[in-house]
Nanobody, 120 residues
């Protein structure tokens, strides 16, 4: 099993910055890919930034040039630095990890979410 705990959400004015953190614990060596998703009210959950199984950072078009995903393996922590935030970035942000166990691939784990509100 894998546990994910996000922190760093809050309220910020448009143009401001926030950094989200995701502390990962449990069977961390079973994790293949990890990343950040978000869900705004009335919308489906969408990918924001992820690390592929080979460590490549992938970004949604809306995040390119403004958001940066990073990780500290020693701390088992995933980060999302968000700059130049816009009101349409307002959403609950979820940390995601995908793990594999013998006979079972692609098991998704989610954190409880961190609310980010960007005021205009």
């Amino acid at each position: 099993q894998v546990q994910l705990v996000e922190s760093g959400g809050g309220v910020v004015q448009a143009g401001g910055s926030l950094r989200l953190s995701c502390r990962i614990s449990g069977d961390v060596f079973k994790i293949g890919s990890m990343g950040w998703f978000r869900q705004a009210p009335g919308n489906i959950r969408e990918s924001v930034a992820t690390f592929s199984t080979v460590g490549t950072a992938l970004y949604a078009d809306s995040a390119k040039g403004r958001f940066t995903i990073s990780r500290d393996s020693a701390k088992n922590t995933l980060y999302l630095q968000m700059n130049n935030l816009r009101p349409d970035d307002t959403a609950t942000y979820y940390c995601n990890a995908v793990g594999s166990w013998p006979g079972i691939d692609g098991v998704n784990f989610w954190g409880e979410g961190a609310l980010v509100t960007v005021s205009s």
